[in-house]
């Protein structure tokens, strides 16, 4: 009998949003159950929301390949959920700093932004906002790191690093793209 695939649910914490905004936006969204370079090397876009676990190396290697060959990734995490994210990050110059912080860590938390909404766009006759459920600061330590979107006493909760031809988007909101952001009333 055939399911729903998983994470395609209505419920908060599915992902039905934003399946159906990339379907309306000309996109075939994807779920990868084991990891494919194939497969990724032939997207256009990969999203990754709060992996459990990091990227392998090789992993991590056809990443950089397919950003460098115009690609686009999105990377969702909050700094309680960015740990097995952040090697992959690092390496094209973004972070999430992390929270919480190992006993002894001198480092100060991170301060969370919880739900808000905030101006990300201004034409001059209107101006389009972002929301975000549960917001966290990022970091964009590459030269080229541009910051898109600011929260509270202007930290970035999004940027972008372009990579070759391509770009990595860092949303420190792991909740982003879920029902209870997207399709909350």
């Known amino acids: 009998r055939d399911r729903p695939v998983e994470g395609h649910r209505r419920g908060d914490d599915g ?32 999203i990754s929301m709060a992996p459990s676990r990091p990227f392998s190396g090789p992993q991590r290697a056809a990443v950089r390949r397919f950003l460098e060959n115009g690609g686009v990734m999105l990377c969702m995490a909050g700094a309680n959920h960015a740990g097995p994210i952040q090697p992959l990050l690092n390496d094209f110059g973004l972070s999430v700093p992390l929270s919480p912080l190992p006993p002894g ?14 101006p990300y766009l201004d034409t001059g006759k209107y101006r389009v906002h972002v929301a975000f459920y549960a917001g966290w600061p990022v970091l964009g330590t590459a030269q080229d790191a541009e ?26 909101d792991t909740c982003f793209a879920m029902n209870k952001n997207l399709e909350a009333r």
């Open 147 to 172: 910051a898109l979107v600011h929260g509270f006493n202007d930290s970035a909760v999004i940027v972008r690093a372009r990579v070759g031809k391509g770009k990595l988007i860092l949303i420190g």
């Open 105 to 118: 860590d001198p480092g100060s938390e991170p301060r969370p932004m919880g739900f808000f909404r905030t």
């Open 15 to 46: 992902l039905a949003g934003l399946v159906l905004t990339l379907l309306r936006n000309g996109g075939l969204p994807i779920v990868m159950r084991q990891w494919s370079d194939e497969q990724v090397q032939r997207a256009g876009m990969l």
